[in-house]
């Protein structure tokens, strides 16, 4: 995940990115599935380290992945290598991808979206993907808004995420932004995220083009009931 302006804070925690995020196994096996069934190519916003690109592309799925962190994706390129398979890797910001294909999906998954704090560029980021979509095209992604438990239990607070991987949240509720930061040892970066309402998301699709097939509640594709995190897969609008 590394969605903003070059120079990208993940260039710091390049290789710290994926012990720190080495827990969160969930959403794989769902983008996966959801690249298998779109068949190929597939583009992926936000690439980061290759946790989605790399297992589709294991699957068979040609993956065109974007990132605009140079050190997230010299890592990428690493893993496919590891794991034997190729990657169409790009630098570039997802608002403005350097993909000419047209393709059937695009992913943006792990929360990249929130990386955009205004609507402007919330905006601009699903214009730009809608634009990457043949037509009929689907874009699936997930974003969050936190409870009231999650800002009680962490904020302000350096917690341990992994051995020896320490992760601090600072929410503002009244902006709705989270001030992220991350260390071990010498390595730390440190970012801003913004959230919205599950609503707020379907009215921000529906302006730049989409209409929203599915809101999941979580990767296993149960029904959106409130409270969780919100997977989307919206089809691309043709006048």
Do not use: N
Not at 69 to 93: H, K, T
């Amino acid at each position: 995940m590394s969605a903003g302006a070059d120079p990208s804070p993940y260039d710091r925690i390049a290789r710290l990115y994926d012990p720190w995020s080495a827990s969160v196994t969930e959403d794989i096996g769902f983008y996966v599935e959801e690249a298998v069934a779109a068949g190929g190519p597939v583009v992926e916003l936000a690439c980061g380290t290759g946790r989605i690109s790399v297992p589709a592309a294991k699957a068979g799925v040609h993956v065109i992945g974007v990132d605009s962190s140079a050190g997230m994706l010299e890592v990428a390129r690493e893993y496919a290598a590891a794991e034997g398979v190729e990657l169409d890797l790009r630098l570039g910001d997802l608002r403005e991808p350097p993909v000419t294909e047209r393709v059937h999906l695009v992913l943006i998954p792990f929360r990249s979206l929130l990386h955009m704090t205004s609507e402007a560029e919330r905006l601009r980021a699903l214009r730009a993907a809608r634009e990457l979509l043949a037509p009929g095209g689907r874009l699936v992604f997930d974003v969050f808004a936190p409870s009231a438990g999650d800002v009680e239990d962490t904020h302000g607070l350096w917690l341990e995420r992994e051995p020896g991987i320490f992760e601090r949240a600072d929410w503002d509720e009244g902006e709705r932004t989270l001030t992220l930061s991350v260390r071990r040892g010498e390595e730390a970066s440190t970012m801003l995220l913004a959230w919205l309402s599950p609503t707020e998301w379907r009215l921000l699709l529906d302006r730049a083009g989409f209409d929203v097939e599915a809101q999941w509640g979580w990767f296993d594709r149960r029904q959106y009931s409130g409270g969780e995190d919100v997977v989307f897969a919206a089809v691309r609008r043709d006048a």
